[in-house]
């Protein structure tokens, strides 16, 4: 049996000055498009007269384009422009569908609020350079955190705020089995090993990438003691661009084969669920009000995104959805300070950062792997139960708030 998988990335977009101006034209052309058909068929409703569907509205389309006063539309890529009034078809259809109660008659765009649009084919996608050809666009280059899996089917441009994002609709066909083992396995990812298992092996970090880290910075210093645009500046330059090539390499080169490696061997993946994003994010932000705590927790950022366990957990899902797998994300709290054994929370079990000894009942290992057994315990919970249960405690790690989804009993 086969089975369809659909997916969405998306990534924030780097345009130049030129392209980012032509998306804010391309967006309110979208916009106007949309608003300008919508005001005909909302006053057709007002009439009693039946709706313009797609065909109809293409051809008014063609005839805004031709007149004076809407000419600028010709400046616009017109497959986006025929998707708007593809989008505001379904848009009615949905809205007057008993089926999706909650849907209702389409709105008009409010510029700033809802600047996007999408390409239904004529892109490119580049992932090994990081850039997107967007038609009558151009190569925009785009923050490449993720690996896009399967065959593109769409690309939207939108805009939050002054920033441009592209998200990358694809889908890819896989065959639906039966995993070879039946083992489940938890994972605890870290700084000094990158990834620990509850079998008691582990994962050594990748120290080449960090090895190449450094050459990085020394060869960009060279490079700013150069003069700008001479012979030996663009050389200089070509060394960075292939250093920075042989670091995402070698890091997608060990994040394959490590997760290729775990999901061979076992059926159910269990992963903490990890918001690398809003960890990276919250040491950012804060860095002026708590001055030594955020230099070690920017520190550990570092690393986590220099190790992209993002990527790795993406790569270990792909992987386990290929091979009738599964991959289950439980809760991160406490699993460094939970005993595996007696299930005492407490900060004081944590004796190095290596080290977990239990001041209740004495359970010693390598804290790691308490994480690792902890994180298995856990998605054992939530296969029982459906719901994760966790002991609550007034000691608190510090714990993205957003990941507490879960139910705490006392
Ligand atoms: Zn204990």
Redesign the pocket.
């Known amino acids: 049996m086969k089975q369809i998988i659909r997916k969405a990335f998306k990534f924030r977009l780097n345009p130049n000055s030129d392209q980012a101006q032509k998306m804010v034209e391309f967006a309110g052309a979208n916009r106007f498009v949309w608003n300008k058909a919508l005001a005909m068929n909302l006053f057709r409703l007002e009439q009693k007269q039946p709706l313009l569907w797609y065909n109809e509205l293409s051809f008014w389309l063609k005839l805004w384009k031709s007149s004076e006063d809407y000419g600028f539309l010709k400046t616009v890529h017109s497959q986006p422009l025929q998707q708007a009034l593809k989008n505001l078809e379904k848009a009615f259809k949905d809205g007057f569908d008993k089926k999706q109660p909650l849907k209702r008659i389409p709105k008009f765009k409010k510029k700033g609020l809802s600047d996007s649009f999408r390409y239904p084919q004529g892109f490119k996608l580049e992932q090994e350079s990081s850039k997107v050809f967007l038609p009558k666009i151009g190569w925009v280059k785009y923050r490449n955190s993720r690996q896009v899996i399967g065959d593109v089917k769409n690309m939207t441009i939108s805009r939050k705020g002054s920033y441009w994002y592209v998200s990358i609709q694809t889908e890819y066909e896989t065959e639906l089995k039966r995993h070879s083992s039946t083992s489940m396995i938890g994972v605890d990812m870290g700084i000094t090993r990158f990834a620990t298992l509850s079998d008691g092996s582990y994962v050594e970090p990748l120290n080449s990438f960090r090895k190449l880290s450094k050459k990085l910075a020394f060869e960009q210093r060279k490079l700013s003691k150069k003069v700008r645009f001479s012979a030996n500046w663009k050389k200089q330059k070509q060394i960075i661009t292939r250093l920075h090539e042989r670091i995402a390499n070698a890091r997608l080169d060990f994040l394959h084969k490590t997760s290729t490696e775990i999901s061979k061997n076992h059926a159910m993946v269990v992963v903490e669920n990890l918001k690398i994003g809003n960890m990276s994010k919250s040491a950012k932000g804060s860095v002026e009000k708590h001055g030594k705590n955020v230099k070690a927790k920017s520190g550990l950022n570092k690393s986590i995104l220099d190790q992209g366990w993002g990527m790795f957990v993406s790569f270990l899902e792909y992987k386990q959805a290929c091979s009738g797998g599964d991959v289950l994300k439980v809760n991160p709290q406490y699993t460094s300070q939970t005993?595996p054994?007696?299930q005492?929370v407490s900060h004081d079990n944590r004796k190095s950062q290596s080290a977990f000894e239990?001041t209740?009942?004495g359970?010693k290992a390598n804290a790691d792997l308490v994480g690792a057994l902890n994180v298995l315990e856990r998605g054992h919970r939530l296969l029982a139960c459906g719901v994760e249960t966790l002991v609550s405690s007034k000691k608190q790690e510090p714990v993205d708030s957003s990941n507490t989804n879960l139910l705490l009993t006392a």
Request: with cysteine.
């Open positions: 005993c054994r007696c005492h239990c209740e009942c359970f």
